[in-house]
T-cell receptor, first 116, second 114 residues
């Protein structure tokens, strides 16, 4: 079945630094990828939708200059948290659909970001 | 604004018991509904996907139903096992945009005691 690899699984960084999270589709071409964030005891919240070769579409309230998304190929999307602060500490998950079929989603394993 | 609600927020049962998790949604134009499992610190695992034209889907000990008219879905787990302990999320897929969007509930944390 379709596999989405997300890396790193866990990262601790200092406040003010930037962190890049990668999301790769291993055995299919992901025309569209989604980035979610989950705070403790809250729902997964969609941050942005990225389509290969075009600018990402950000949800209301998500700072596009802070959360940089690049979807340069059909198998790779990256999320860069710039100038991270402790309030950015969260669980980030990517998912992908292929653009065909019944819109089943395949999720990455998630990244636990801790900003100290 | 579409919402997805899951009840209960937490559930603890003895091993072997059959159980039902509930999910309600406000989206009258739902395209499909999905049930996911999330283990602590891990990503989501898709369990079952029900198209809006379907009433239920089954996979092993899991059975999910969908009632669009009442805005409800249930996930039935038969003969629960300790390995079933996890948070279960339901998500409504709608066409809010060219490729749609998933709206998640907050999940039900299930604990199955040996």
């Amino acid at each position: 079945g379709a596999v989405v690899s997300q890396h790193p699984s866990r990262v601790i960084c200092k406040s003010g630094t930037s962190v890049k999270i990668e999301c790769r589709s291993l055995d299919f071409q992901a025309t569209t990828m989604f980035w979610y964030r989950q705070f403790p005891k809250q729902s997964l919240m969609l941050m942005a939708t990225s389509n290969e070769g075009s600018k990402a579409t950000y949800e209301q309230g998500v700072e596009k200059d802070k959360f940089l998304i690049n979807h340069a190929s059909l198998t790779l999307s990256t999320l860069t948290v710039t100038s991270a602060h402790p309030e950015d500490s969260s669980f980030y998950i990517c998912s992908a659909i292929t653009g065909t079929g019944n819109y089943g989603y395949t999720f990455g394993s998630g990244t636990r970001l801790t900003v100290v | 604004k579409q919402e997805v609600t899951q009840i209960p927020a937490a559930l603890s049962v003895p091993e072997g018991e059959n159980l039902v998790l509930n999910c309600s949604f406000t989206d009258s134009a739902i395209y499909n509904l999905q049930w996911f499992r999330q283990d602590p610190g891990k990503g989501l695992t898709s369990l079952l996907l029900i198209q809006s034209s379907q009433r239920e889907q089954t996979s092993g000990r899991l059975n999910a139903s969908l009632d669009k008219s009442s805005g409800r879905s249930t996930l039935y787990i038969a003969a629960s096992q300790p390995g079933d302990s996890a948070t279960y999320l339901c998500a409504d897929f709608n066409y809010g945009g060219s490729q749609g969007n998933l709206i998640f509930g907050k999940g039900t944390k299930l604990s199955v005691k040996p």
